[in-house]
């Protein structure tokens, strides 16, 4: 029996982090300032409270010193016990009592102070002084506890409820510093996030009104000097460069209809003349028949050429390296049988590029193909590839006319002397897009003596 397979079910998101849980960034840069200044601020109420605690409690324990050492000096070594307190310490609230190594006590002055494993230590090993706070009797006590005699300590403690009392207040005071410090921050920081979030602000508006309207020429203001405001100029940079685009394919199926609209009404005309095949001459047939096969090759041609411009850049990934003069030697070769009243010389080297071998053929073969047809029955192409990448076409025919060389690159452009010839004028618009596209150029230009000179340069792999 074959076990159900159980479908997985949709991915969920994992569970946001503490700092985003759903909220603007706007709300998270508050969060975060306000997290940065309540760590700042308690970090600076700890310290100052240790520091003013600890300049609270020197007097005290001084004042414990002082007390110790005057003791010490009465100490009785027949009877440590017994011995007199006589610095009056009992008079200003505080307590005192001498303790041997067991732990056992003498007659204390006040109360009884208590006795820990520390103390009993201190009188045992006569080498250290322990200091702590204590409670005696509900009352919060700092205490110390020193050497005596060999095997006897001494224990002082002095009521702190002063001190504690001076440190609630300090306490009270740094937690009103500390949320009206944390109340600043937050407004602070609303405020500064406002004005720092504005260009992201109108990036957003900006990113749904084209989104809305499709408008392209919108642009947001970039004229901040800062991380945003290079996040504003290159998002127009992308518009720019999406409406430049975008433009172009319009104008390209617009020129591209317009062009389509000659030969198609042209053969719409000689198909609809072979209804009335039976009435006409053979040699008006043969002319008809003849024109059509003419025509789809031209539409055939143009639909071609509006493909490969329409296709557009390729990704560098399927580039590869090709053996550039083979290629230009198989070009020419084609070249020779498609127009074999001309004479195509060549002198080429080996030379390797980077690209796809298909679109640097195509360029190729459209260079090709412009000298021939327009040097006329007699034309003679030399073809020259050098050790750079150039490639330089030369033909020897009549050369273009100077107000048509800016524009001969341009989509379906043709010259007033070209337009009785085949072609749809995107020949040399598919070799500049390529050039463009693998990093090279192309260039054409009139002969000193006579045609033209195109020249497309890639660079070596």
């Not at 056992?104 to 009188?123: C, E, M, N, Q, W």
């Amino acid at each position: 029996m074959t076990p159900a397979v159980t479908e997985p079910g949709p991915r969920t998101a994992a569970a946001p982090a503490w700092w985003d849980l759903g909220h603007s960034l706007r709300s998270r840069l508050v969060a975060a300032a306000m997290l940065a200044v309540v760590v700042a601020v308690s970090g600076v109420v700890m310290v100052a409270y240790v520091a003013v605690r600890h300049e609270l409690r020197r007097p005290l324990d001084a004042q414990l010193r002082r007390q110790t050492a005057t003791l010490q000096q009465q100490a009785v070594l027949a009877n440590p016990f017994r011995v007199r307190l006589q610095t009056g310490i009992g008079e200003i609230g505080g307590y005192a009592q001498v303790i041997d190594a067991a732990g056992a006590t003498g007659s204390p002055i006040g109360a009884a102070l208590p006795v820990s494993d520390a103390d009993r230590a201190v009188a045992r090993d006569g080498d250290k002084v322990v200091l702590r706070d204590a409670v005696v009797d509900g009352t919060p006590v700092r205490m110390m506890t020193s050497p005596l005699l060999p095997r006897y300590a001494v224990q002082v403690a002095l009521p702190r409820a002063t001190v504690e009392a001076q440190l609630r207040r300090l306490t009270r005071a740094f937690v009103l510093v500390a949320l009206a410090g944390l109340g600043l921050a937050a407004a602070l920081a609303v405020v500064v996030s406002r004005r720092a979030l504005a260009p992201v602000s109108g990036l957003t508006e900006a990113a749904e009104r084209i989104a809305e309207t499709r408008d392209l020429t919108l642009r947001i203001d970039a004229s901040r000097q800062d991380e945003l405001g290079r996040l504003a100029a290159s998002f127009n940079t992308m518009l720019s460069a999406l409406e430049s685009s975008v433009g172009a394919q319009r104008q390209l199926v617009a020129d591209a209809s317009h062009e389509l609209r000659t030969p198609l009404a042209s053969l719409r005309t000689n198909v609809e003349l072979l209804h009335r095949v039976d009435e006409l001459p053979d040699d008006v047939r043969e002319e008809v028949v003849t024109a059509i096969v003419g025509q789809v090759e031209e539409l055939t041609s143009l639909v071609s050429d509006v493909v490969e411009l329409a296709r557009g850049d390729e990704p560098v990934e399927s580039w590869e390296d090709v053996a550039y003069e083979d290629l230009v030697l198989h070009a020419v070769d084609r070249a020779r049988r498609h127009w074999p009243a001309a004479e195509f010389r060549t002198e080429t080297v080996p030379v390797t590029v980077r690209g796809v071998a298909r679109r640097i053929d195509r360029a190729v073969a459209n260079l090709l193909d412009n000298a021939a047809k327009f040097a006329g029955e007699s034309a003679v192409v030399t073809v020259r590839l050098d050790a750079a990448g150039s490639l330089t076409v030369t033909d020897n025919g009549p050369g273009v006319p100077a107000e048509a060389l800016p524009h001969v690159f341009g989509r379906f452009y043709r010259a007033e002397e070209a337009r009785a010839l085949p072609g749809s004028g995107l020949g040399l618009a598919i070799v500049q897009q390529f050039a463009e596209s693998h990093g090279g150029r192309v260039t054409l230009r009139n002969a000193g003596g006579g045609g033209t000179v195109a020249e497309l340069t890639l660079p070596p792999a």
